[in-house]
């Protein structure tokens, strides 16, 4: 499924309001400008490497006649072990225990640096993928998102505040590429607190992140969908297993 592009600004900052996400103002309100910061700025990392000690004063052996040092012969380099290739997108996100099997879209930041959110008719049933995220089996945080209602009805991750430590979260890709993934964190952030964009933040091991709307419905007559949520739940779990299955042409 291609990305939605027929989008009106005022349209989109009415949807993005009513949307599962909610990692800071600007991520799932509308019209907000994640209260001053963008993500492009927030994942940009401009610190530079510290300088290396100067070696001049180094000098090379003197006054040994015929006798000056030979350069031993360095050892080889170890070969690197090859890392599992990412998990190529499209593909799809199962978790058994609630009965999820979904599509999984691929979306951006917009020009303003705020993510694109699911609005088409489907978009209760699609989960998004953020690329500005690491790709699953990438190594680090790979950051998934999706409503929990849509249209008045439940919608893929309406039960997601329900999963337990040591649940199952599994990715399969078209290519035969399966990540499983164990739940090791399940909580609720204010999405007007800008320290739960740290949920969404690169991360030293291979982990999921799992976003979606919860708390209490407020209902608010001048917004499109009537009301939002006061919470975001977060899911986040982290790599178990992988493997990779061919695909037979047959």
Known sequence: MGRFSSRSSGTLS???????LGLGVALFAAGATLL?????????????????SSTDDEKLPVAIPYDYPR??????EPTPTPEPAAVAVPLRLMIDRLGVDAPV?????????VPEVPVADDAGEVVAWYDFSSKPGGGSNAVFAAHVTWNRAPAVFSDLNNLQAGDVVRLVSDDGTEYTYEVFANFDVDPYDTESLKVMAPTETDTVTLITCGGTWIPDPSEQFGGDYTTRTIVQAKLMQSSVTAISDS
């Open 14 to 20: 009415r949807l993005r309001r009513g949307l599962f």
């Open 36 to 52: 001053g910061i963008g993500l492009v700025d927030y994942f940009d990392d401009t610190a530079s490497a510290p300088a290396l």
């Open 71 to 76: 350069p031993s012969t360095p050892e080889p």
């Open 105 to 113: 879209d691929v979306y951006a930041l917009d020009e303003n640096g």
